[in-house]
C-alpha cells in the first residue's frame, strides 16, 4: 500500500460519511413528503454540498505522487473533509417522527451556521490551492470573494430573500462553470 493510499482511506471515509448525511437527509425529506414544504434556494445548496464532496475526492487524486505524508499536512487535508461532513449535517433539521418540516423556515433561521462553514471551508480551499497545487493569486481569489460576502450576509441583522436566492443560484453557476472551465483539469489518468 502506498502512502497515498494509506492516508486516502480516511479521507474517503469521511467524504462517504458527508455523502451518506445528504443522502440520507434528502431520502428523509422525500419519506416524508406530505409533512416537508421545500425551498429551492436549500435545495440548490444540497446539490452545491454534495457536488463539493465529489470534488474533494475528485481533487484528492492529484496528490498521488506525493511519497511522503507528514502528520501535519495529513491533518490539514483531513479538515476540509471534516467541515464538509458538518456542513453535510446541519443542512438538514434533526427530526423525528412526522412532524412537520418547513425547509424554508430551516434555512432562514439556520443559514448563519451554513455561511460560517463555508467560509471555513473556502479558507481551507485557498491555503490547499496555495500550498499544496502551486496555484497563485488565483488560488485564492474566489474563495476571497466567497468569504468575504457570506462573511458580510452573515453579520447583517436581516438578509432579504431574494438575495438567499440569487447566492445560492450564483455559487452553484460558479461552481459548475468553473468545473467545465476547466474540464480538462478534471481527467484522471493513469
Do not use: C
Amino acid at each position: 500500500m502506498s502512502p497515498f493510499e494509506f492516508v486516502t482511506v480516511l479521507i474517503s471515509i469521511i467524504l462517504g460519511l458527508g455523502i451518506t448525511q445528504i443522502m440520507s437527509g434528502v431520502a428523509d425529506l422525500i419519506h416524508q413528503w406530505k409533512h416537508v414544504r421545500l425551498y429551492w434556494p436549500h435545495g440548490l445548496w444540497i446539490v452545491l454540498v454534495f457536488i463539493l464532496h465529489v470534488q474533494d475526492w475528485w481533487l484528492l487524486y492529484q496528490l498521488r505522487d506525493l511519497t511522503t505524508w507528514p502528520l501535519p499536512m495529513f491533518l490539514f487535508q483531513v479538515l476540509y473533509p471534516i467541515g464538509l461532513f458538518i456542513l453535510a449535517r446541519i443542512l438538514f433539521p434533526m427530526t423525528g417522527g412526522t412532524a412537520a418540516t418547513d425547509m424554508k423556515s430551516y434555512y432562514l433561521s439556520n443559514f448563519r451556521k451554513f455561511f460560517f462553514m463555508v467560509m471555513v471551508l473556502s479558507v481551507l480551499s485557498a491555503l490547499e490551492n496555495v500550498l499544496y497545487h502551486g496555484l497563485g493569486v488565483e488560488g485564492w481569489m474566489v474563495n476571497a470573494g466567497i468569504f468575504l460576502t457570506l462573511g458580510l450576509l452573515a453579520l447583517r441583522r436581516q438578509v432579504p430573500e431574494v438575495v438567499h436566492k440569487i447566492l445560492a443560484l450564483l455559487l452553484l453557476l460558479l461552481m459548475v462553470s468553473g468545473i467545465l472551465l476547466n474540464i480538462n483539469e478534471w481527467l484522471i489518468a493513469a
